[in-house]
């Protein structure tokens, strides 16, 4: 079929989702893909999100105010209706013909396809930038090496509906849901596609991310996502490769972020 004459429902999960990038973010999911239902679960907003996303044509809002993003992923993708559907993040605008692109990349193997999340928040668009250096290969390059064995994403992300309609996503995983939903679907023998055309442009929420660090190291181990050697490795990186990222960008906050971030992500693999 082509992307042309194709309908997509798209899962859109909002709290408070205003700032920083609401606006572009929905203008962009209508310009580059055939809505045919936009799907909002909404975690309780009182920031005028859900009246912005009212002015949109074919939208849906499910409350989940009591739930987390495992329960949201849930029952966005129980509400879908069409063969393939995309989730996209909030914070996260899409690149111009997005949907034209990935469906390009669609065969009877394909299960998911992910595009690129390119951060432009300052620090972790610094912290991106000097690995990028360090490795001697594009932004969009690096960012994919590093997701490709280690973790899927829902930042924008194409999922063919069949192979996620049977899932159970545990309730607590508010975080690191979209790997078990990418493991889902991979499990079934589809492959979960990880690319550099299309992508989005990612905003960052820097506090959020360091009260997620911790989390993080607690799901790895308990989901069995990741070995302790993988945790211990970055763990050792953590010293190095923060020092790296402050010679080349002289950003002190980036090169702390990713301190922390290896750091806490062995504290909370040893909460446990």
Known sequence: MKARSMKIDVVLLTKNSVYPCLNECVNSIYKNVPVNKLIVVDGGSTDGTLEFLQKFPDVEIIDDQKGTRATSRQKGIETVETEWHIHVDSDVILSPRWFEKAWKLVD??????????????????????????LYGIGIKDLLVKQTRSERCMLHDTLIRTDTVKDIEIPRD????????????????????????????????????????????????????FWTFRQILLRCILALPKSAWIYMVTRDFQAAKLQFLNYTLMLKGWLAA
Do not use: Q
């Open 108 to 133: 009877k193997s394909v299960g998911a396809i992910w595009g690129v999340a390119i951060p432009i928040e300052k620090h972790f668009f610094n912290i991106t930038y000097a690995m990028s250096k």
């Open 173 to 224: 995983l508010h975080i690191w849901e979209d790997e078990y939903i990418g493991r889902h679907i991979i499990n079934k023998g589809y492959k979960f596609l990880k690319v550099k055309e299309p992508y989005c442009l990612h905003h960052h929420n820097p506090t959020g991310r360091i009260n997620s660090f911790a989390l993080t190291g607690y799901f790895l181990k308990k989901y069995k």
